[in-house]
């Protein structure tokens, strides 16, 4: 697939949001921990994907009803859904210079479509060394899900089945889509929005 920038301006990949608070302590600290050794933006790339995957995880997984949204929140906590697992990935990497903006998959809840469905958040990075962007879904691996660090081959969380009307949406959008975050900020049960409040199309 052919991924469209939502804007030619690669700045507008590299600004401070309210959700991207790179600037934070607690955020900078941690860039300093990851990256003390690394200067090739390939290896900062992947070790900020592998930490967000590996170290932080998926409120779903662990069955928990906190809900986080600040990329500075959900490092404190070491948890949070796609949404704000995709904000802290942002973080991390906005803070290196690097470019990194948020794509989009419409997938079922569940297996099936009698499930319904909900829209999945995941990030792309341009690599200046290859002058291209990648995607990376910072989700989490469990059974059955296993993303992985990639330029050559995309190898994302979830496959789109298009059998089952599953969408995968090309624009890289420099901010966080407005119904994710409203949907983070106005739940207070992690596991109830997850079941039952997360929007279904961007």
Same mark, same amino acid.
């Given at each position: 697939?052919?991924?469209?920038?939502?804007?030619?301006?690669?700045?507008?990949?590299?600004?401070?949001?309210?959700?991207?608070?790179?600037?934070?302590?607690?955020?900078?600290?941690?860039?300093?921990?990851?990256?003390?050794?690394?200067?090739?933006?390939?290896?900062?790339?992947? =070790?900020?994907?592998?930490?967000?995957?590996?170290?932080?995880?998926?409120?779903?997984?662990?069955?928990?009803?906190?809900? =986080?949204?600040?990329?500075? %929140?959900?490092?404190?906590?070491?948890?949070?859904?796609?949404?704000?697992?995709?904000?802290?990935?942002?973080?991390?990497?906005?803070?290196?210079?690097?470019?990194?903006?948020?794509?989009?998959?419409?997938? =079922?809840?569940?297996?099936?479509?009698?499930?319904?469905?909900?829209?999945?958040?995941?990030?792309?990075?341009?690599?200046?060394?290859?002058?291209?962007?990648?995607?990376?879904?910072?989700?989490?691996?469990?059974?059955?899900?296993?993303?992985?660090?990639?330029?050559?081959? %995309?190898?994302?969380?979830?496959?789109?089945?298009?059998?089952?009307?599953?969408?995968?949406?090309?624009?890289?959008?420099?901010?966080?889509?407005?119904?994710?975050?409203?949907?983070?900020?106005?739940? =207070?049960?992690?596991?109830?929005?997850?079941?039952?409040?997360?929007?279904?199309?961007?």
């Amino acid at each position: 697939m052919k991924l469209i920038c939502e804007t030619n301006t690669v700045q507008e990949y590299l600004l401070e949001l309210d959700e991207v608070d790179f600037s934070h302590p607690l955020i900078k600290d941690k860039v300093k921990e990851l990256f003390q050794n690394k200067i090739n933006e390939i290896e900062i790339i992947q =070790t900020a994907f592998e930490f967000v995957r590996d170290q932080i995880s998926h409120s779903w997984d662990i069955q928990s009803t906190r809900i =986080t949204n600040k990329a500075s %929140e959900v490092l404190e906590y070491k948890e949070g859904i796609c949404y704000a697992k995709s904000n802290l990935l942002a973080a991390l990497l906005r803070c290196k210079g690097i470019p990194t903006g948020f794509c989009y998959q419409k997938l =079922t809840v569940g297996s099936s479509p009698e499930s319904g469905y909900c829209v999945h958040c995941l990030n792309a990075v341009y690599i200046q060394s290859l002058e291209r962007w990648i995607r990376l879904d910072a989700r989490g691996n469990k059974e059955g899900v296993n993303a992985q660090f990639s330029f050559s081959e %995309e190898k994302l969380a979830f496959p789109i089945r298009e059998q089952y009307s599953e969408i995968d949406y090309p624009i890289i959008f420099s901010k966080p889509n407005t119904k994710t975050i409203k949907t983070l900020k106005e739940n =207070t049960n992690c596991i109830n929005m997850y079941l039952h409040k997360l929007p279904t199309e961007l």
